[in-house]
């Protein structure tokens, strides 16, 4: 229970992060004329953030 506790912050950290990130990173590759490399990695991390998402949904229940 405990672990849940604990596990539910960090999925947060890490989903709120990588939504920033993704922002950031969009930017950044059409400022430097990589729009293909920073859509890609934007689709990575979007990727990241919506795995920690789901993982996180049923540990909120048991709060």
Do not use: C, W
């Not at 969009?26 to 689709?43: I, P």
């Amino acid at each position: 229970m405990a672990e849940q506790v604990l596990l539910v912050p960090l999925f947060t950290f890490v989903i709120h992060l990588s939504e920033t990130l993704t922002y950031s990173l969009r930017l950044a590759g059409v400022r430097l004329g990589k729009t293909v490399d920073g859509l890609f990695l934007s689709g990575i991390i979007l990727l990241v953030s919506r795995t920690a998402n789901r993982v996180q949904a049923p540990l909120k229940k048991f709060r």
